[in-house]
Structures are given as structure tokens and as C-alpha cells.
């Protein structure tokens, strides 16, 4: 790399950490988000005409940081190879599709309102949040499945029992499920429990056995896999900045590793003048 590309690159690094640049992007997306929100009220043509530049102005801004960033990285494959550096990258191309009068409008419009999302990007702990998420979709699927056929069960339960009692509530299994996700969030769920207590007064325990086994167990199982995934991608977030007990963990493994390494190499060369001689 020529002395001056070098260069260029340091300042282009010490911009993209540079807290004051990171803060003015943070503020640039929440000014995007205020502009969007602010176009879905009836506002005079003139301040249109301002929101319109506005628009130009934080699109060509957004697409200046993201050339920042990318002459920052070593290379582009290293830049690409990050999913959040992807997912900005898609945003802000996608972003400058025009949104005045043409087939490509709506979708225009759609992608500016994802610009918001750039502040997951941006922030490290909404990254966290969003990425403990993501991945406690798949654990909490299995979870989501047995309750399926918890309340399967429970609605078939209720539709031969109390379907003469209200049709509405109970007259098949489908709208008995949707009865249920009303007694699993407590809406007025002992109106529904009274009505069917007065034809059969020992029904209390089929509303308490549910909502104890969904409302109790599950959620709690729920809440049990999102904080062990967030706690690990707490740990995995201090290992790459090198912050806190797990990051100290990671340097002390690191450099035990690099010792190791140097150690046998030095075994090696021991070996060998001793060979020698």
C-alpha cells in the first residue's frame, strides 16, 4: 500500500472510532426516523419541499459514512464478511431508489423506514440485544411447539365441555384457542371462568391448571433461554472488545496460547542443535 493510501486509511480508522462521529450518526438516523414519521401528518407544501432536501442531504451523508467504513477495513471481503456491515450496506444503496412518482416509490419509502435499524448497527448493545434474539428463535421454537399442543389440547378440552355454555367463546377448537390466549394474557379471564362455573361449578381447575402450566411454566421457560442467550452474547461481546471478565479470560487465553507456541518452537530449535551435535 503507497505511504499516502496508508494514510488516508489511519484517518479514515481514527474517524470511524471516533466517538463524536459515531454520536453525530446515531443523531442523523434519529433525525432520518423524525423526518419519516413526520411526512405521515398533513404539513404545508413548503415544509415538504424542506423534508425533501433534508432526505437528499442524510442519504448522501449515510452513503459517505459507509465509504468511511469500508476504506477503513483492510478489504473489502473483510468488510462484507460482517453481517451488520452488510445489512448497512444494503440499506444505504437500497435507500437512494427515488421515492417521488414511479413504480419504485413505495419501495423507497419502505427502505428509508429500515434506516432506523441503523441503530442496531451502531450501538453495541442493541446488537447484543437483537443477536441474543435472533438466536434464542430457534430454542424457543421448540418451547413455542409444546405449548401449541398444550392449548390444542386445552381447546378441544373446552369446546366438548362448554360449547353449549357460549358459542362464541367455545364453538370450535379454533376460536377455543383464541379464548385461551385470552385467559394465558388475562383479559378478563374470570368473566370467562364465572360463566362457565355456574353450569360447572369445578371448571376453576381447568382455567387454573392452564394458565399455571402456560402462563407459569412456559413463560418462565421463555424467559429462562432469552437470558442465557443474552448472557452469552454478553460474553462474546467482551471477548471481541477485550472489556470485562470475560474479555481479561480471552487475553489471558491468548497469550497462554502464544507461549505455548513459542515454547515449542524453542523445544524445536533445541532439539535440532542438539542433533547438530
Known sequence: ???????LQDRFINLREN??????????IIVSALMIGAKTYPIPPSVVQVLRFLDVGVTLFFLTEIIVRMIAEQNLKRFFSKAWNLFDFIIVTASMIPVEDSEAALLGRLLRIFRVLRLVSI???LRVLLNAFVTAIPRMGYVSLLMFIIFYIYAA???MFFSTINQELWGNITISMLTLFRVATFEDWTDVMYQTMAVHPLSWFYYLSFIFIVAFVFLNMMIGIVLE???????KLSR????????????IDTRTAE????LIHIERMLEQLSEKR
Do not use: N
Request: glycine share 8%.
Open 19 to 28: 466517538k463524536i462521529f459515531e454520536t453525530f450518526v446515531i443523531l442523523v
Open 259 to 262: 507461549m505455548e507456541q513459542r
Open 1 to 7: 500500500m503507497l505511504p499516502k493510501a496508508a494514510d
Open 229 to 235: 442467550t443474552l448472557q452469552s452474547e454478553h460474553e
Open 123 to 125: 450501538i453495541p448493545e
Open 157 to 159: 378440552m373446552g369446546s
Open 240 to 251: 471481541e472488545s477485550g472489556e470485562g471478565e470475560a474479555g481479561e479470560v480471552h487475553r
